[in-house]
Every structure is written in C-alpha cells, then in structure tokens.
C-alpha cells in the first residue's frame, strides 16, 4: 500500500476515533457521554477535583482514543469486510473500561485512602440483646443518658421501645408510646420520658405527645409561631417549647420560651433577650438550675437563663459546624466532630479534663456514630463508606482522651453504620448485625486503659524480677525458688479479665514450680516452668494489646518480642 491510501486511512481513523467520546457514563439517572462529562470538568463546573485528577481523567480518555484511533485504522487498511467484525465486542468493551475506570478506579484512588490499622483490643461481651438495636435519640448536649448507664433500643417485639441499662443489662419496655399514629421519639432523657412526634396524614400538622413512666401518652398542644421540636427537662418534668413572636414582614421581635407541666397542665411563658436577627433552637433545660443551652445559628453553642442572659458561651467549638448533632459538652470540655464535609477527611477534636487533641478518619468515610465515656477519658466512634465505590469496610474504634491513641478496633461489614452508646464508664454497647439479625452486644471496658499505664503494670514487674532466676533455670537445684509472696499479692482487681486470667494461671504454675523446686521430681518442675514461660508472654502480650507503647517501659520482662517496630 502507498504511502497515500495509508494517509487516507489514518485521517479516517482520526476523524473516527473521535467517536469515543459519545461513548455513555451509564449512572443510576441515565446516561452522560464522556465528552460532556470531561467539558464540564475542564470547564470548572466539577470544581471539586484536584489537577492531578484531571490530567488522570483526560489521560484516560485519551488513551481510549488512542486505541481506538489503532483500530480503525487496522479496519481500514484492510479490505477484508470481517475485520469490521470487530466493532461488535470492541464497543461493549470500551463503554466497560471507560466506565470502571472514570467512574471506580479514579475516583476511589483520590476519594478513598486505605486504612491499614490492625484490630485491637479483646473486650468480652457483659452481655447481648439479639432482636434489637440501638435507636439514637436527641437527648441534649451533654452525657445525661451516659452518666445515667442507659440508652434506647428498638425490638421487634411490641413494645418496640425500651430501655437498657446496665450493670445487668437490664431491659424495661417503654410504656406510653402512642401506638398506630406512626412517627418516632423526637427526644427523650434517662428515666423512660420522652416526646413522641408523628405527622398527621389528613392535615400534615405534626403532633406531638408526652410519654412518661406509667401514664399514658398526653398530646401536647403546639404553641403559635413554635420554632423546631420541643425537648424535656433534665428530670423530665417539663416540655420547653422556643416560639418568636413577629411583626411586619414577620421580623422577630423577641424570643419566648414557653414552659408546661404535662403531669398538671401549668404553663408559664418567659422572654429571652436574644439578638433577633440571629437563629436559635434549644438543646437542653435543666428545671432546677433555669439554665437553657441553645445551639446559635447551627455553629455555635451556649448556655442562657430564663431572662437570656448569657452564662456560658458562645463556643464554636475549634470552628466545627452542626453543633446540633456533631458537638458535646462534657463538664467545662468539650467534644466536637464534623456531621457532614464535602470531599475532605472528617474530623474530630476534643478538649476535656483529662487532654485534648483532635483525630483525622480515613478519606473516604463518614462518622455514622460517636459517644464520649461518661468520665471523658475514652471516645468511640463508627465510621463508614461516604461513596458507592466498591466495598469499603465499616471499623469502630476507640480512642483514648490522654494521649488520641487507638486502643481498641473491629472492622465490620459495608455500610453497617453502627451505632454506639457508652453504659457509664465500664459498658459499651454497639449494634451489631449477622445473618439478617441484628443484636445489640455490652462490651465490658478493661481498667487498664486510664490515662496513666496501670499501676498494675510496675506491680507484675516488681513481683516478676525477684522470680527470675527461678524462671531462667534449666533443672531443679539451679534455681533460686522464691519468693513467691509478692507475685501472689498482684492488684488483679484492677485489671481486664483476659489479663486477670493470665496473671492467675501464672501465680498457680509459679506455685507449682516452686513446691518442685527442690524436690525429687524434675519432670512436674520442667512442665510447671514451661508453662509459666507460656503465660509470661502471654501476658506481656496481652499488655501490649491493651495499652499499646504506654506498657513500655515496664515491658518487656519476659517477652523479647514485645515493643518491637
């Protein structure tokens, strides 16, 4: 073939391969072509990405065009009408690639970063609750339900509603919740009060009941210009409803808060001197102090009386938004974390009697669920996918206040969302979901992770060093068989009981090879030693598990494998 046709059949191909970009991103809505989709990025109306992702993107589409480019012009130089055959499985396979690639791989290569921490942590499970989950519910701003050693769950059973406590897991059905009008507790306190809240089908007003121990559910009546959901008291006694009265062109002329006792029908009305051109909803009322803490303008937080005279704030908490549902006050501290961020890691911060520091989630996922430890020492929380980009495991995890270390993890499956709720400081409840069921499992918290490394610790390795020599011995007669006393008097009270076991089981097989230590038998001295060498590790082991680096120096002891990088 002259060099001509040749030249022919490549500004067809050219002009042909242009073709790919009609080629269709397929999405749940329909159908975009590429070259539409690459304008707009180009264009800045996909702002979002970075450059590196757009020269990933245009290099991507280029290279489709490239091979596009070689076959055409292999069809065209031919003359044999078969090869154009080979459009026919050419065509499904670009549309394929173009879309896993531009669509799945790159995005999950910038959205997505991996996240390799290894599961820690072996807290035994006090307690299950199967047919069950956690229902979340808006209880305020601080730890009431925490401090209390309760929370919600939903059954399938009816009552569906119930509390669970613990220690004992105890589980009380809530009575009161009105039954066949739908809807959900729009907010609730320890003690089984809540305000049950459904929308009317017939005139789409939403109502609102108060649900209380031992009586039945009372509808509340909706005060004129009501602003939000009403929320309880403290003790529950109380609805708080924050209404405004206006003017013309419905300007906020000020700000009432109006107070009912459902249990005698008193209501009283204050007014709250607050800015008028500023937005506000209530959080909590605590009736004996008078004290209301409102969220200001969705990022802020603060603390009035009945007359609105600022007590405490406003705090933005570090310039965390969403104050609502992403902060917590925890005495004169605070916990804050992002309950929506577009295209940027989450995060969380705290700042609290016992430390402060902050905390950044792989890209790529959400905090689904967060509680702080009633003494403000441990925070949890669940964290899942924020992208349909293939399979990205859910992880719950705890951090330790002190120092922000990770000192227990399980990875669950996609999209699992598991919600948490700390039981007082010793209980963890999570929801867990296996086999289509859903339970809700009561971990018991090791003593071991307070602030400092357990005193424990420096006991074991005090206890330990006079019975070295013991320990290290060949045979019996080399060693030196004692003391045993100390190790006998170990604070085992103070820690976990996997730990506990351990430190047992040692002090017996210690026992053991100290009674044959001097006598006739060397095989019941070598086996008893030989097993007290096993729960050594073990335990310098299971140390390291629980308190990370914070074991050292105190480890190892026994164990060389112990604290390496």
């Not at 264009?43 to 280029?62: H, M, Q």
């Not at 309760?150 to 004992?168: H, Q, V």
């Amino acid at each position: 073939m002259s060099d001509k046709p040749r030249g022919r059949a490549f500004a067809k191909a050219a002009a042909a391969s242009f073709g790919v970009y009609l080629l269709p991103l397929i999405g749940p809505h329909g159908a975009l072509p590429i070259g539409v989709a690459i304008w707009a990025e180009f264009s800045e109306l996909r702002g979002d990405r970075e450059a590196l992702w757009l020269a990933v993107d245009a290099f991507l589409v280029a290279a489709i065009q490239l091979a596009a480019l070689g076959l055409f012009y292999w069809m065209l130089r031919g003359r044999r009408a078969w090869r154009w055959l080979a459009l026919l499985p050419a065509v499904p396979g670009f549309i394929m690639a173009l879309n896993l690639s531009y669509q799945i791989a790159v995005p999950r290569y910038f959205l997505v970063a991996p996240d390799t921490a290894p599961e820690q942590g072996h807290w035994v499970v006090a307690c299950s609750v199967r047919g069950a989950r956690l229902h979340p519910v808006s209880a305020g701003a601080d730890l009431a339900f925490e401090r209390a050693r309760e929370t919600w769950i939903l059954r399938r059973e009816t009552p569906r509603y119930a509390r669970l406590g613990m220690p004992g897991c105890d589980v009380t059905p809530v009575a009161g919740v009105p039954e066949g009008v739908g809807g959900e507790v729009g907010y609730a306190v320890p003690g089984g009060f809540a305000i049950h809240r459904a929308q009317d089908p017939a005139s789409g007003r939403v109502r609102h009941w108060y649900v209380a121990p031992g009586t039945d559910p009372i509808e509340l009546a909706v005060p004129t210009e009501a602003d939000h959901q009403p929320i309880l008291s403290t003790d529950g006694g109380t609805v708080a409803w924050l209404h405004m009265l206006r003017g013309e062109n419905r300007a906020v002329l000020e700000y009432r808060v109006r107070l009912e006792t459902p249990a005698t029908g008193a209501t009283r009305t204050v007014t709250l001197d607050l800015a008028k051109r500023t937005s506000y909803r209530l959080l909590a009322f605590d009736a004996r102090s008078g004290v209301l803490t409102v969220a200001k303008n969705y990022n802020e937080m603060m603390t009035v009386d009945l007359a609105g005279r600022t007590l405490w704030g406003p705090d933005g908490f570090a310039g965390f938004g969403g104050v609502e549902n992403g902060a917590r006050r925890v005495g004169d501290g605070w916990v804050a974390w992002d309950s929506y961020r577009e295209n940027a890691p989450y995060r969380l911060a705290w700042s609290l009697a016992g430390g402060a520091g902050s905390h950044q989630v792989p890209k790529g996922r959400g905090i689904s669920g967060l509680a702080v430890n009633p003494d403000g020492k441990l925070i949890v929380l669940s964290v899942s996918g924020s992208y349909t980009l293939g399979d990205v495991d859910d992880a719950v995890y705890v951090l330790r206040v002190a120092d922000g270390a990770e000192i227990y993890r399980r990875y669950l499956p996609p999209y699992s969302r598991t919600q948490l709720a700390f039981l007082g400081p010793h209980y963890l409840a999570m929801t867990r979901h296996e086999a289509g069921e859903s339970r809700v499992d009561v971990l018991r918290i090791p003593a071991v992770h307070d602030a400092a490394p357990a005193a424990w610790l420096a006991a074991y390795r005090d206890a330990l060093l006079p019975l070295l020599p013991m320990v290290a011995a060949k045979a019996p007669g080399t060693a030196d068989c004692g003391p045993l006393a100390t190790a006998q008097a170990l604070p085992l009270d103070e820690v976990g009981d996997v730990t506990r076991n351990l430190v047992a089981r040692l002090v017996e097989r210690l026992a053991e090879a100290e009674r044959n230590c001097t006598g006739s038998d060397p095989a019941a001295f070598m086996v008893a030693l030989s097993e007290a060498k096993v729960l050594m590790r073990d335990i310098e082991r299971q140390s390291m598990r629980q308190l990370g680096r914070r074991a050292l120096p105190e480890l190892p002891l026994f164990d060389a494998a112990v604290g390496r990088e």
